[in-house]
């Protein structure tokens, strides 16, 4: 199924990615964004906060903005 991700981390960019039926924005975050923590983030599914067991569904806008930004 396919999903909008909208990173807003560095540059940020915006584009449909395809994933697996049933996936949470947990196992999406570990996937788009290895090595980082959650907790540095500010997720939002639909523009609302999520829990991280959240499951995606198709055509869902997720979207992903560092809430510390480095050098600041």
């Known amino acids: 199924m396919r999903v909008l991700w909208i990173n807003n981390d560095g540059a940020g960019f915006a584009d449909y990615v395809e994933v697996a039926p049933g996936t949470t924005v947990e196992k999406f975050f570990?996937?788009?964004l290895p090595n980082r923590?959650?907790?540095d983030y500010l997720?939002?599914?639909n523009r609302q906060p999520v829990a991280k067991?959240?499951?995606l569904?198709?055509?869902d806008r997720i979207t992903i903005?560092?809430?510390k930004i480095e050098g600041a």
Do not use: C, F, L, N
Request: glycine fraction near 6%.
């Open 30 to 32: 570990s996937e788009k």
């Open 57 to 59: 569904q198709e055509g």
């Open 37 to 39: 923590a959650a907790s």
């Open 43 to 45: 997720i939002r599914v």
């Open 53 to 55: 067991d959240q499951a």
């Open 65 to 67: 903005t560092p809430s």
